[in-house]
């Protein structure tokens, strides 16, 4: 059985101390903070990597280092397992404990009990591929990363500057090349042609669509959507705004799908683009989320979030397989969390079982693999489309009785192409919903159409102890503190269409409440209202009482 090299990680290790007065964190989105803080982190992920491979038999393990929709001063870091998926949640406390190691002497002691608790061995390779955005932190956290491989050993691979659904996408590749799984070739241009040569197949004799405007965040997506843009050709005529990968101060500065989410209105840059009735998206700096958007006919703004994008992509896959004749084999299901529009949840719920779950990626994601074909969509656009093992044998050997049953599982078979079924892809999801919109002949209106928004509001509560709010019903009831919940239950019962809910931020001290009604200054007074009930029964900070127009 091989020993830590010890001295090789001591002598590296000592390179990248740990800031005494920080603690980090690793969440869903792995480790996020400010650039300039997070050296040690960087190089302990590279060893944490290393790992985690050995742990897998040598199997390959993903490093992305992004902060995705976050400022540009932020950076962050996160690991990818072997099939393209989030970090067994194990393993996020050991990276926790591992980052927060207060010197190299208590970092090696807690690497050591790590190993022999998880039962590691040292003697397996270790395996890991790592890419970048475009932040201008990158290079240097890169480095100390690096570090950490050659502490361990580890086999790199550096995939450099690249979108993250391109690294999980890198992931899955390399680890199922070769097998009846194989997911596609292990580079930015297999992945590229996977996806484009799907699409084309997809809307082939379909009517031209017309141009695409694509807001790219000033972000990593700029440089991959220059590359569909160029393969796709007259397939999808496609229009990049906000391509600036070296200014400094411009990624996501008011442009890409956290912007028009949150401020439900147009990126500024994109006001002499855009036509009324023309559609445009926007990607988020690292291009995993995607928002949709148009202006109507009176230069109105409308927004198409991922509840919209979640409505029109299963209901048309549940029509694909219904015209496939595989209903009765295959099951759609949608999954949500509790910020879905009840507007969504009301329409998908008359087509396809919706099951709601806690907010967060993982949950979703787990979820969603418990149906033959699963999809799911955060309202923030970050979302995808999962076929089991299953499904797609069923799709490759089903044999069609008639040629409308043959068109459409030859469809179905290329949706699961174009989708990147290992996380949340912006251009992928971007590419789909085209396919969508080209087989319905809808534009941005008609898709809008097929259900109302319920007007709703997003407000926080600054409180001086988080913990104590305790919630259940994925995430849509409290239980703790005693008889809030009630209080709530009795407002929203004043309301047409009312629902409202409360829960705790993951990451800071504050409680997030999320409120809806029929009618815009209903939702409004009904979250300020909710907003108030939690700040009298928790004593909340005074200054900071949620003001009528937060």
């Not at 050659?150 to 590749?173: E, F, M, Q, W």
């Not at 087989?439 to 097929?450: A, I, M, Q, T, V």
């Not at 703790?480 to 929203?492: E, F, H, K, M």
Request: glycine share 8%; with cysteine; net charge neutral.
């Amino acid at each position: 059985m091989s020993t830590l090299p010890v001295e090789a990680i001591r002598v590296l290790a000592d390179r990248h101390p740990k800031p005494s007065s920080l603690k980090f964190q690793y969440g869903t989105a792995g480790f996020r903070t400010l650039g300039n803080s997070l050296d040690s982190v960087m190089f302990r992920v590279g060893i944490l990597a290393g790992l985690r491979s050995k742990k897998l038999d040598g199997k390959t393990i993903g490093v992305m280092v992004t902060a995705s929709h976050n400022p540009e001063a932020d950076n962050g870091v996160k690991l990818v397992d072997p099939r393209g998926e989030m970090l067994e949640a194990a393993w996020e406390g050991h990276a926790t404990v591992l980052a927060n190691a207060p010197s190299t002497d208590a970092f090696l002691e807690a690497l050591e009990g790590f190993v022999k608790a998880a039962k590691i061995d040292l003697s397996k390779p270790s395996k890991v591929v790592y890419a970048r955005d475009t932040r201008p932190s990158g290079p240097a956290l890169v480095a100390a990363l690096e570090d950490g491989f050659k502490a361990l050993n580890v086999d790199a691979r550096n995939a450099g500057v690249t979108t993250t659904p391109i690294l999980h996408y890198l992931v899955r590749s390399i680890n199922t090349k070769g097998t009846k799984d194989a997911y596609g070739e292990d580079s930015e241009e297999g992945y590229i042609n996977k996806i484009s040569t799907a699409f084309k197949k997809l809307v082939a004799g379909k009517p031209a669509s017309p141009p695409l405007i694509i807001d790219c965040a000033n972000g990593v997506g700029a440089k991959a959507a220059a590359e569909f843009a160029k393969v796709l050709g007259d397939a999808l005529p496609i229009t990049l705004v906000n391509t600036d990968t070296t200014t400094p101060g411009v990624l996501n500065h008011q442009c890409g799908a956290d912007f028009v989410k949150t401020q439900q209105k147009l990126p500024p840059s994109l006001a002499s683009h855009l036509k009324p009735g023309q559609r445009a998206c926007s990607l988020d700096g690292d291009a995993d989320r995607l928002m949709y958007f148009y202006l109507d006919e009176r230069g109105q703004f409308h927004m198409l979030d991922g509840d919209k994008i979640a409505a029109l992509v299963a209901a048309f896959i549940v029509e694909l397989v219904k015209a496939a004749g595989l209903e009765e084999k295959v099951r759609v299901g949608i999954v949500q969390t509790a910020y879905a529009n009840g507007g969504s949840t009301k329409y998908l719920t008359e087509r396809l079982p919706v099951k709601c779950v806690p907010t967060g990626v993982k949950h979703l994601h787990h979820a969603a693999e418990h149906y033959d074909v699963g999809v799911y969509f955060e309202a923030n656009g970050h979302g995808t489309v999962l076929f089991s093992p299953e499904t797609q044998r069923i799709l490759a050997e089903h044999q069609p009785s008639t040629p409308a049953q043959s068109t459409a599982i030859t469809h179905l078979i290329n949706i699961v192409q174009v989708i990147n079924q290992t996380v949340g892809d912006a251009l992928s999801d971007m590419l789909l919903v085209e396919v969508v919109l080209a087989h319905k002949s809808y534009n941005g209106y008609e898709w809008d159409s097929l259900y109302e928004d319920l007007p709703n509001r997003l407000v926080k509560v600054v409180v001086p102890d988080r913990t104590i709010f305790k919630t259940e019903d994925a995430e849509r009831r409290l239980v703790s503190p005693p008889g809030l919940q009630a209080r709530i239950d009795d407002l929203v019962r004043k309301y047409a269409s009312g629902r409202a809910f409360v829960r705790p931020s993951g990451t800071e001290d504050v409680v997030r409440v999320y409120a809806e009604a029929r009618v815009r200054a209903q939702a409004d007074e009904l979250a300020f209202r909710v907003a108030g009930i939690v700040y009298d029964e928790t004593g909340a900070d005074p200054t900071q009482r949620p003001a009528e127009f937060l």
